[in-house]
């Protein structure tokens, strides 16, 4: 058994997780990070004032599904309750390849472009610097239940999620960095 099979082991919730507190907070979790969350976004698209920054993050995540759909498909990984014994996957059925994890990618994504948005806030204003830190830790802890819930749920071994994130990450700092180099090019008019 490798190191990866032995972490998932330690962290899938089994076949007894049904119905425990912890069981309902990974479906929840694994389910709004599984791309419905990036409805959230979509009211935004309506306001003047944030409408560029989510069509920005709308864009990076579509980068980041892009991404995890070549790698999915070049690396044909199985999913751990596909290839491991005794695992069965706790909710749904998920389809497809496992490596790397579509919602560690696009919640690490989301957590990415938050973090490069709170860095801008708190060098252009001082005054903000706490509220964009608590913004980013925020972001940050929302995608790394994301991430464990699809390991304790049986749908990705460890090592998925683990890429997933660097992806994610990085593709969602780099779209913020875009949007802020967009920004700088494209100044909004002033009211």
Same mark, same amino acid.
């Given at each position: ?80 309750? =596909? !290839? %491991? @014994?005794? &695992? ?5 059925? *998920? ?35 706490r509220d964009a830190i608590v913004s980013a830790v925020g972001a940050i802890a929302f995608a790394i239940? =994301? !991430? %464990? @819930?699809? &390991? ?5 071994? *460890?090592?998925?999620?683990a890429v997933g994130a660097l992806i994610g990450f990085s593709i969602g700092v780099a779209g913020a ?15």
């Amino acid at each position: 058994m490798n190191a990866d099979e032995r972490f998932f082991r330690f962290l899938y919730g089994g076949t007894t997780a049904h119905g425990s507190a912890l069981f309902v907070l990974m479906v929840m979790t694994t389910l709004i990070g599984g791309g419905w969350g990036m409805l959230v976004v979509l009211p935004f698209l309506a306001w003047r004032e944030t409408r560029k920054a989510s069509a920005a993050l709308l864009v990076t995540f579509g980068v980041a599904a892009l991404v995890v759909t070549v790698l999915k498909n070049s690396i044909g990984r199985a999913r751990p309750f =596909v !290839s %491991l @014994s005794g &695992v069965t996957a706790l909710y749904g059925s *998920p389809t497809g390849f496992s490596f790397p994890s579509g919602h560690a990618t696009g919640s690490f994504c989301f957590a990415g472009f938050v973090v490069g948005m709170a860095m801008r806030v708190a060098r252009e204003n001082p005054a903000r610097k706490r509220d964009a830190i608590v913004s980013a830790v925020g972001a940050i802890a929302f995608a790394i239940v =994301v !991430s %464990l @819930s699809r &390991v304790y749920l049986g749908a990705h071994f *460890p090592s998925d999620v683990a890429v997933g994130a660097l992806i994610g990450f990085s593709i969602g700092v780099a779209g913020a960095k875009g949007f802020e180099m967009y920004e700088r090019r494209n100044p909004s008019p002033t009211a």
